[in-house]
């Protein structure tokens, strides 16, 4: 398996015997810092320079541009969220259309499946039908994903995939009539979304 940018960085670090505030200190905070060696936020390509320089790393140029593309399907997810949140289905449908990185395909799938949940004669223009056979296998999908997560959210699942999949859940039951079904995940959807951290929003 090949390291993430950040595991190299980090690897570096440790072998220098540097403390992450040792590593950043003077060019982006330990925070940025520390989620950055969890792959979940990207300083940008000069800071990143700059702690390749500090902590000894040889390939300064590769890393810099393997985190900007890391960047990007940050931005991506972000973008997505943004969208979902604000409810903008055409929103959701345009950056789905755009969405050719296979590394945000459960990122694609779950927001595929709440927009052809919510607005299916609307999504038909923008996407095809999500190929996942089932909500539980979704799930199921975000669960065990591990890109760009932080440490804490890991075996638990992208906090915000599963705001999505419980808005799902909700507008699933309500078209059923199954209101007491519908209310919980509506709950649960709000519960979870308080703890998507704010970096993220």
């Not at 300064?60 to 990007?72: A, F, I, P």
């Not at 949140?85 to 345009?94: I, K, M, T």
């Not at 519908?182 to 703890?195: G, K």
Request: hydrophobic share 45%.
């Amino acid at each position: 398996m090949v390291n993430q940018p950040w595991e190299v960085i980090a690897g570096a670090r440790r072998s220098q015997g540097l403390t992450q505030l040792q590593a950043c200190s003077g060019i982006c905070s330990q925070t940025v810092y520390s989620l950055f060696e969890q792959g979940v936020l990207m300083p940008s390509d000069s800071e990143i320079e700059q702690i390749c320089l500090r902590v000894g790393v040889q390939d300064v140029e590769g890393l810099t541009q393997l985190c900007s593309l890391h960047r990007e399907r940050l931005s991506q997810k972000v973008a997505l969220w943004r969208a979902f949140v604000h409810q903008d289905a055409h929103g959701v449908g345009r950056l789905l259309a755009n969405l050719t990185d296979d590394a945000l395909l459960v990122d694609a799938l779950c927001y595929q499946t709440w927009f052809f949940t919510v607005a299916p004669e609307v999504a038909y223009s923008f996407t095809q039908p999500p190929a996942v056979g089932s909500l539980a296998e979704l799930h199921s999908l975000v669960v065990t994903a591990r890109n760009y997560l932080p440490k804490g959210m890991l075996g638990r699942g992208d906090i915000r995939l599963l705001v999505v999949l419980a808005v799902i859940e909700a507008d699933l039951a309500a078209t059923r009539g199954r209101h007491t079904a519908a209310a919980y995940w509506r709950d649960r959807a709000q519960e979870l979304r308080l703890q998507v951290p704010r970096y993220w929003v």
